[in-house]
């Protein structure tokens, strides 16, 4: 089981530590630590179990801040790492974001948290509604209280009744004047297009979003027009297994507020909705670079924000791209950003220009990989259709909402 | 573009942080201490005791010791305010230990607090009173617990199964079965919540009680589903060992080949008309049954017990019988507890899919595994950290039944955002479960990742190739081919490098004619294959004898071939190698062989004579007619030694981690244990227990194991330095030789027909290690290192050993000494006497006049201590007299024991006595301890970790060299080498070592001298352990470079000690 956790900021700077049990553990691990991301770079930053000469470390870095938990003896580590993750998911939630300041700055939340979510090494309450019962997240208003008064908790008094029932994800009996539920399609399309063109795999991984205000206990039924097409599903725990595996209907308690009920992911899909056409040619020790955007097949909706994004070869000393839409950005770290936004109507998108390599090289030997961010509204690219949404115990008046939504995920383009 | 714009943003930002800060604790943790802390907790306020206690709380997290406000902290518990007991509660808990008497105080208050009715208060209470782990209030922690076990909150009972394994970590054993028995209690509760915590504290407090869970099985098994996340994964875990435990192994499963391996392959072909996979994936059901075989069987026997066993050669001694075996169709508990785990293969935690996942592999019949695919595969994506882990535990499950894992090559494509290690992974994956159907499309990939930026990962892509050739041996043209137009390229010679590397694994004639056949074509191409030719043709004599048919005749052929292309150096070489196989050839029991030779003889001296095109290309046409392909059945790899559990730690880190437990024996729990009385440990402990005592040096021997299969003979890729290669070909021996056959070409000046044997021996070792070495199947920190290994080319550094300067310390100076002056230096003699002492050269000098008569060197306090651990000296022979000028040598031999203080000496000359202090070097308390690079990357994978120190320094010692030698002829003298000889004379003359081996990096660029490595090696004198030293440069050539030092040695001490010799000295400049 875990022994301790260690939050450290981006510099190395250990922000805070929690000893879970009475194995403590000196933070002397953390020098041990950064000194080896230091002299073994990035290979050691993206490697999340460590083994270090006293203690097995699990890391998750998310933006900037790395969470460290160290164990000595066996235990699952995706356990370990998955519940780091809980952690920071429910930080950034709590801190609206993260970052070396805004943990430093709620220092005391941060602990009442982590003291709540992990009892003894073994995670105690990982349930954000709950906790947000027990712990009060900062908010503004708590925020000029605390200036106004110079007293206020931000623990509860009371054990949250959801604890005790066999729903722990909601919270016992809010109460809504209006009912409402909104459900989201969230979708994200990987792709990779090899070199010769050739779409080699087109997937998409969809995640449904819901948001539900709710009095009492609702019991909702969610069904799907083409369920045969998921390729795999995952659950939020309030999904009944049973009336999924029998007719592929989610039957369901919600949690109060927004929540991912399920994640899908539909593979082997025909097309993208743009293609990106990148030629480049080396000789002479310059390399011609030309890179055609544009729709390939009209879903009538617009397609929003499109990026294009590659990683300059290090050989290159200088590069001129210029595009006719859009803006071409070179950013510090040889990465070159295409924002196209929208496609034009009259006019196709082209980015073009040469790099000018180091001047003992010939040619080009490594030519970049293009990612492509986009986003198309009101359609799931996947072709997921909700058929219903029910509510067993009816109240008067129920409002339910539809959206669906598309994105770019791992959309690679090899040159 | 406006600088004055951007600082207004940057000073508007910060206000903003200002603001956002505001009402926030930021003040708290930004000056903790700037307010008098003492007086705010006895604050009559509770808001500024929260203050006080969230001062201290961010000194805390600061890594500040406060301690010494414990008295003070502990008098608010009593307080009513929630925020501040929690505060308190906090702080208590970081503190208790080191306060057990002041902890006690606060004792009364969680005894009323657990009586509080606000079951808030009531948990709290008994977290903290649990969590302050004190041996004299464990008894009345364990009253409190049994009460809150039976408490009708749901979240108090939760904490109480908590609070179970804080009090058996206080290993108290009078309590054990109370804890037992509380745990039984909470296993049986009605409550999800309630019975995750006791499964988690049943899996740390009492594992092997298994008849704990027999009782509640069925009950376990249905509540699985709803119990809470993390609960389940480790729930998981104990129903799984309990059915083995309880039934044996399932009939159905893969692991039922264990059974018995005769009757694995009729088996084989019953299953995989199961499997309804349709014709083509049945017939590549092909894992390779022993290796398959022995991962299985390690996951019931512990690693270490199978290893040590097989070494014996005694691995028939575990049987597995037909009764330790039950059907899954046939028996409930099986079939409930795969039924209950698989809509857990939905879970949105990924670790619980992976557990639920590894009791599919384990206990489901071979029919049902594949469900556990399409979950597996879907949390590849759940987030970057768990992506490894994930794609290490397929990595098996992917070895043991590739045709599961086939139809989904696509998701093992990579991204260009994945980390190296992922892509490695990935590639090694798709590498195992190609089929013929899915080659053509991984290998149009694997093209694409050839040109992956990041080299090492391409090199894992060829390396990839190579085993999809030898797995795949119908569709080995299509790689070959692919690696062929690479070659043609001349883009990446490494290929071609890799090819002869296969020739050793390669059994296959056919195949190995063709990888003979493509050295003879490409001989010429590029600049490293020709160098490499000679090592390669001289492989292909050595074993010519033991070649089929097939490759005698392609080894004549490409040897004329090459022959016909060769000129310049190598001719007469080639000219031995080839006349030697015509020779061979000539005597060969196959006519068509003796045949060719012939004609081959004939045809090659008279072209000697005359150079005519026309022969070169009949010789060609007769080449090509010759030349068949053909392809045959090529054994599978073996499986990676990832022999522990999926899902388990050990499994990622591969060594047993401590606590890690192997499944237990199949049916070793018996029905009687359920009439038993609780609290007796029912089950038969593996023999396997090295468990929670486990430590770093028990572990070392699973991992050697493994180490020998990650470590990689530092093999060697394209060089494209133009200046160091015209070096090299200047030298009469070669500068830098491309080490794989470097090792085998250290002997290619000795006679050659007399030590064929050894040649081969070592370049099959080279070979095949280079081979074995595959990413991501060692640990990371050997992966780390036989990665910076992978593309490295030695480099032999002429005699150093007549630059060696043994530095000379003055132990009387003549002004002192009336005359005699005495200086001594460490030698590197070997003591006659004992292995314990350090040889130390002494130089005695008349200065004066005068004679000086009767000199000696006695030990000060030999005479007031003999014991043991005081520096001894082994008395010297007295100089009779020292004449005017005359020196005298004398060799002096010391015990120092390791004190590096400095030793007091009395030297006696005429009858007077002068004090002098001797300076012990630790350089020499070591010895030489020659090795092969193989050796010592071998044990310096024994010595990971703990063992290990590195520290960073500066050397400037070749720009001095340079500097001193400007103006020599020495101007144009390769730098690398001028570095790699200023650092190893530097090193030998400062200590006792030997040189291992001299390696740079094959892409290293014209003035940067990052990557090169030395390598030293030593033994401690008195303990004959094994001492290692590398030495990584880093910086240009010619700036002060960044050395980064590293010591290997199981006497850690000792090796601290050495390391800051070492860099002293390495700073100190030259002269």
């Known amino acids: ?415 | 573009m406006f600088p004055q714009f951007g600082a207004t943003a940057e000073t508007l930002s910060k206000a903003s942080t200002m603001v956002f800060r505001i009402g926030t604790d930021a003040h708290l943790y930004d000056d903790p201490d700037d307010v008098n802390i003492a007086p705010l907790l006895d604050s009559k306020y509770d808001s500024e005791k929260c203050e006080a206690l969230k001062r201290l709380l961010a000194l805390i997290a600061q890594g500040l010791d406060v301690s010494n406000f414990f008295p003070q902290v502990v008098k608010n518990v009593a307080s009513q305010s929630l925020e501040l007991k929690k505060l308190v509660y906090l702080y208590l808990l970081h503190y208790a230990e080191k306060h057990p008497n002041e902890a006690l105080l606060s004792i009364n208050c969680f005894q009323k607090d657990l009586g509080d009715p606000n079951a808030l208060v009531r948990a709290w209470a008994l977290r903290t009173m649990a969590g302050i782990r004190l041996h004299v209030i464990a008894p009345l922690v364990l009253v409190a617990v049994s009460k809150c076990a039976r408490d009708p909150s749901v979240y108090v009972r939760k904490c109480a199964a908590n609070a179970l394994p804080k009090l058996h970590d206080l290993r108290q054993e009078e309590h054990n079965s109370t804890i037992e028995e509380i745990v039984g209690i909470l296993l049986n509760d009605h409550s999800p919540a309630v019975v995750g915590a006791a499964a988690a504290s049943f899996a740390s407090v009492c594992p092997y009680n298994l008849s704990l869970i027999g009782r509640n099985y069925r009950k376990l098994c249905e509540i699985l589903p709803d119990v809470e996340e993390w609960g389940q994964i480790v729930l998981i875990g104990i129903l799984l060992r309990y059915a083995i435990a309880r039934h044996g192994l399932v009939k159905e499963s893969i692991m039922s080949s264990l059974k018995c391996s005769e009757n694995f392959h009729a088996e084989k072909h019953v299953s995989d008309d199961n499997m309804g996979l349709g014709k083509e994936s049945s017939d590549s059901w092909a894992y390779d049954s022993e290796s398959v075989n022995m991962v299985f069987r390690c996951y019931i026997e512990s690693p270490d017990e199978y290893l040590s066993r097989s070494s014996y050669a005694n691995r028939a001694s575990f049987e597995l019988n037909g009764a330790q075996f039950t059907s899954g169709k046939t028996n409930d508990d099986v079939k409930i507890l795969l039924y209950s785990t698989s809509p857990l293969l939905w879970s949105n935690n990924s670790a619980v899919v992976l557990a639920a996942a590894g009791v599919h592999c384990i206990m489901a019949p071979k029919e049902d595994v594949k469900r556990i695919i399409k979950p597996l595969l879907f949390i590849l994506r759940s987030s970057n950290a768990s992506k490894f882990v994930v794609l290490n535990n397929i990595q098996v499950f992917a070895k043991a039944m590739p045709s599961l894992f086939a139809p989904h090559h696509e998701d093992f494509f990579i991204y260009s955002s994945d980390s190296y290690q992922v892509k490695a992974l990935k590639v090694e994956i798709l590498s195992s479960i190609a089929t013929d159907s899915s080659i053509s499309s991984i290998f149009k990939e694997f093209q694409d990742y050839i040109r992956d930026p990041d080299r090492r990962f391409a090199a894992a892509t060829v390396a990839a190739i190579g085993l999809c050739a030898l797995r795949l041996p119908r569709m080995a043209h299509i790689c070959v081919d692919g690696l062929l137009a690479l070659t043609r390229q001349g883009l990446f010679l490494f290929s071609y490098f890799v090819l002869s590397v296969c020739l050793d694994r390669i059994k296959v004639p056919a195949a190995r004619a063709m990888i003979i056949w493509m050295m003879g074509e490409y001989s010429s191409l590029g600049e490293i294959i020709p160098r490499m030719l000679t090592t390669v043709l001289k492989y292909l004599a050595w074993c010519f004898t033991l070649e089929a048919l097939e490759t005698k005749l392609q080894i004549l052929n490409t040897v004329s071939k090459v022959l016909l292309g060769a000129t310049g150096e190598h001719l007469s070489t080639y000219k031995k190698v080839f006349s030697y196989l015509v020779e061979l050839a000539e005597c060969d029991l196959n006519y068509n062989v003796r045949d060719r030779s012939r004609f081959l003889k004939k045809l090659l001296s008279y072209n000697f004579v005359s150079e005519g095109v026309e022969e070169i290309t009949c010789c060609h046409v007769v080449v090509d007619c010759i030349f068949k392909k053909q392809t045959r059945e090529v054994k599978a790899e073996s499986i990676n030694y990832r022999v522990y559990l999926p899902g388990s730690l050990s499994h990622i880190v591969l060594h047993a981690a401590p606590g890690y437990e192997p499944l237990p024996k199949p049916c070793s729990l018996l029905l009687d244990d359920f009439n038993k009385p609780e609290g007796t440990c029912a089950i038969v402990k593996g023999a396997g227990d090295h468990g929670t005592s486990s430590d770093p040096s028990d572990n070392e021997s699973a991992s050697d194991y493994d180490s020998q299969h990650s470590f990689t003979g530092s093999s060697s890729g394209a060089h494209a330095d133009d200046n160091e290669s015209s070096e090299g070909n200047e030298n009469p021996d070669p500068l830098i030789q491309f080490s794989d056959i470097g090792n085998a070409s250290e002997i290619q000046d000795g006679v050659f027909h007399s030590s064929p044997a050894n040649l081969g021996e070592i370049s099959n070792r080279a070979l095949e290690s280079w081979l074995e070495e595959q990413p991501g199947s060692s640990n990371p920190g050997i992966l780390e290192q036989s990665q910076a290994c992978k593309s490295l080319a030695r480099i032999s550094i002429g005699d150093v050993g007549r630059r060696i300067k043994r530095k000379s310390h003055s132990l009387l100076e003549a002004a002192n000494g009336n005359g005699l002056k005495v200086d001594y230096s460490f030698s590197s003699e070997i003591s006659t006497i004992s292995h314990l002492l350090v040889c130390i050269e002494v130089f005695f000098k008349n200065c004066s006049s005068e004679t000086i008569t009767e000199i000696t060197l006695v030990d000060e306090e030999s005479n007031i201590a003999s014991n043991d651990d005081v520096p001894t000296l082994v008395p010297m022979e007295k100089i009779s007299s020292l004449e005017p000028g005359q020196t005298t040598r004398m060799i002096l031999q010391v015990h120092f024991h390791h004190h590096l203080l400095p030793l007091k000496l009395a030297l006696f000359h005429d009858g007077e006595k002068l004090p002098v202090k001797l300076w012990p070097d630790i350089g020499y308390f070591v010895k030489p301890l020659p090795m092969d690079v193989q050796a010592f990357a071998d044990k310096e994978s024994r010595l990971p970790g703990m063992f290990e120190y590195t520290r960073r320094c500066t050397f400037a010692g070749h720009i001095e060299e340079r500097n001193k030698e400007f103006g020599d002829s020495l101007l144009n003298k390769d730098k690398y080498l001028a570095i790699c000889e200023s650092l190893a004379v530097k090193m030998l003359s400062n200590a006792n070592i030997s040189l291992v081996s001299v390696d740079m990096p094959v892409e290293a660029k014209l003035e940067d001298a990052s990557g090169l490595r030395l390598r030293f090696s030593s033994e401690i004198l008195s303990s004959s352990l094994p001492c290692l030293i590398t030495i990584t440069v880093e910086g240009k050539c010619s700036d002060p470079l960044n050395l980064s030092t590293k010591v290997n040695c199981e006497e850690t001490v000792f090796a601290l000690n050495l390391l800051n010799r070492i860099i002293s000295f390495l700073v100190e400049p030259a002269y």
């Open chain 1, 1 to 415: 089981m875990l022994q301790c956790i260690f939050l450290l900021s981006d510099s190395g700077e250990v922000m805070l530590e929690k000893q879970l049990t009475g194995h403590r553990v000196d933070r002397s691990i953390c020098d041990w630590f950064w000194d080896h991301v230091i002299s073994q770079g990035d290979s050691l930053k993206s490697q999340p179990v460590i083994a270090s000469p006293t203690h097995y470390l699990f890391q998750v870095v998310r933006e900037g801040i790395t969470f460290l938990a160290c164990t000595q003896v066996e235990m699952p580590p995706l356990m370990g790492i998955e519940f780091l993750c809980r952690v920071s998911d429910v930080l950034s939630d709590y801190l609206g974001g993260l970052n070396e300041d805004v943990i430093k700055d709620n220092f005391v939340i941060v602990y009442e948290l982590l003291d709540e979510m992990i009892d003894n090494g073994f995670p105690l309450t990982t349930e954000p509604n709950i906790l947000r019962e027990m712990i009060a997240p900062p908010n503004i208003v708590s925020k000029v209280l605390s200036v106004v008064t110079g007293n206020s908790s931000n623990v509860s008094d009371t054990l949250p009744g959801a604890t005790g029932s066999c729903i722990p994800w909601r919270a016992a009996d809010p109460k809504y004047a209006n009912n409402e539920v909104y459900v989201d399609l969230v979708e994200e399309m990987d792709a990779v297009i090899n070199r010769d063109g050739v779409l080699v795999k087109c997937e998409v991984y969809g995640e449904v979003r819901v948001n539900s205000h709710l009095s009492g206990l609702p019991d909702l039924t969610l069904s799907f027009a083409n369920p045969s097409i998921l390729d795999d599903v995952r659950f939020h725990p309030c999904v009944r297994f049973r009336p999924w595996e029998s007719h592929q209907i989610l039957s369901f308690v919600p949690p109060d507020g927004e929540f991912k009920l399920m994640s899908y992911r539909v593979k082997k899909l025909k097309s993208t909705p743009i293609y990106v056409k990148p030629q480049l040619s080396s000789d002479a020790g310059k390399c011609r670079v030309n890179v055609l955007v544009g729709i390939r097949n009209d879903h009538g909706k617009t397609i929003d924000s499109i990026t294009l994004q590659f990683q300059l070869p290090p050989c290159i000393l200088s590069a001129d791209l210029t595009s006719n839409t859009g803006t071409v950005n070179i950013l510090g770290n040889k990465t070159c950003s295409w924002s196209i936004g929208r496609i034009p109507k009259d006019k196709t998108p082209s980015l073009s220009g040469t790099l000018v390599l180091e001047s003992e090289l010939e040619r080009l030997h490594v030519f970049p990989t293009f990612r492509v961010g986009f986003k198309i509204m009101g359609v799931a690219l996947s072709g997921l259709q909700i058929d219903k949404l029910d509510l067993k115990t009816a109240p008067s008046r129920l409002y339910k909402g539809f959206r669906a939504l598309t994105r770019a995920g791992e959309f690679e383009v090899r040159s």
